[in-house]
């Protein structure tokens, strides 16, 4: 009875300590989001996302997980079929064996921006690729065009814009720089949205076995 009591409460402190990290992390994620100054925002988010493959991919690490690396596959199966809360996924690849999955979401007009006659609407389509291990997981979630509509009156015009191509991850003037920093940050929030959607999913999932014990 004293070893259950001992291994209970050693596990109730792994999930204290990740709770502490989480809300560490989403504290510092909000002062980051709470400014007026778009470019002083992205400087702050530069350690959490790269641009690689022709796109960017934010990545978050999810550790301290009391499952093996199938039981997570598991889980972020789940999750990605059913349990989402942010957007619908298509599955795109499933992988047991190495123990990864990937799908496609959207973010449907996403952000908006006025430009004085036009007016723009951006969409996309971020993968996102769950990467399980023993006691922890890999979350990333990559883009590499954005879908703008610009408006003007009755003139509607639709175009793919590389994100690599636009600010602030290639130089632009003036104009085009303010809309699409504008247009990464709002992309930004909405991947840290799926971020910690998904990480309360899996810490719940940590919550119930615990439970059991």
Known sequence: MKKHTI?????LLLVQAASAQGFLRKSLLK???NTNDVKDAIEKMKDIYKVENGGVSFIQ??????HNATAIYAFATEYMNETYK???YKI???NPDKR???GEGEFNAFESYAAYPNQYTFTCNPTLRIDAKDGKVR????LKKYEQIRTNGNIREEKEVNVTDVSPLSPGNDNSEKMYNKVFLAFARKTLEVFEDFEEFIRDKQSEDIGEW
């Open 31 to 33: 002062n980051t989001f």
């Open 61 to 66: 690490i999810v550790d301290s997980l009391p």
């Open 139 to 142: 979350v990333c979630v990559s």
């Open 7 to 11: 291994i209970l409460s050693l596990c």
């Open 100 to 102: 990864f999955i990937i």
């Open 92 to 94: 795109l690849q499933e």
């Open 86 to 88: 942010i957007t619908k």
